[in-house]
């Protein structure tokens, strides 16, 4: 295999009739046309340690869904996964470049995660589809590697990736993991790229509180804090 970071990109010769279906490319959120959104620093994305106890608890309880699994009796696991299937009968992935490009597509929830990758390698162009990758979540860092029999076994829903779930990719060729690298999908797809919702503004003013309601006012609040004082308290304000 030549080395791709020597050669041009290829221009792939795929047409519309080539692409997969029903999906959706996102821009990657400094590229886009909406300059408002600030240049956030790297610390703004370090998980709290909130964040991470969170994750953690997540993990966990995967983890001992896992272990008591082959514990729970075949016709409680079959009523289980029949409740799962029944109420997100699809899931929707978003898999996220190095570059924050993310790609879209809903699949069944009865599905594995070699159609997740299988769609992937699908959307790359023709000079980077023969380079491995590999999908995971973050945080905690899980693999979802089809050679994890742990894995490629389990339905998406048994992954917990309902419903709805963002992976990352990463490459084996450490070139293509560049922030500053163009994620490598077809031509064509990225021609339908479209840009992220914005982001929640914290900035806004207040709305009014309703007509007609003074629980927000001023003397409201002194004469809640008033009711509220104790009376050995008052009695020794007085002295």
């Not at 589809?129 to 829903?157: G, H, M, W």
């Amino acid at each position: 295999m030549s080395d791709n970071t020597s050669t041009p990109q290829s221009t792939s010769s795929a047409n519309s009739s080539d692409l997969p279906a029903d999906f959706k490319v996102y821009k990657p959120p400094l590229a886009t046309s909406n300059t408002n959104v600030p240049n956030l620093p790297d610390s703004y994305f370090t998980p709290t340690a909130a964040d991470l106890k969170a994750a953690q608890a997540t993990l966990s309880a995967r983890t001992q869904a896992l272990t008591n699994a082959p514990l729970q009796l075949r016709a409680a696991r079959e009523a289980e996964e029949k409740a799962k299937r029944d109420r997100w009968p699809n899931i929707t992935i978003r898999v996220k470049f190095p570059d924050r490009t993310q790609l879209e597509k809903v699949f069944p929830s009865t599905d594995k995660i070699r159609s997740i990758y299988a769609f992937v390698r699908s959307s790359l162009r023709d000079d980077v589809k023969p380079i491995k990758f590999i999908l995971y979540q973050t945080p905690p860092k899980r693999d979802l590697r089809v050679s994890d029999p742990n894995v490629r076994d389990l339905t998406l829903a048994q992954l917990q990736l309902a419903p709805s779930s963002i992976l990352m990719l990463r490459f084996e060729d450490e070139h293509l993991n560049s922030t500053q690298m163009p994620a490598p999908i077809l031509p064509l797809m990225l021609e339908q790229a479209i840009d992220l919702p914005a982001p929640l503004r914290f900035d806004a003013e207040p709305r009014s509180p309703p007509s007609g309601s003074t629980s927000n006012t001023p003397t409201s609040n002194a004469q809640s804090t008033e009711r509220k004082i104790p009376k050995w308290l008052k009695a020794g304000l007085k002295k």
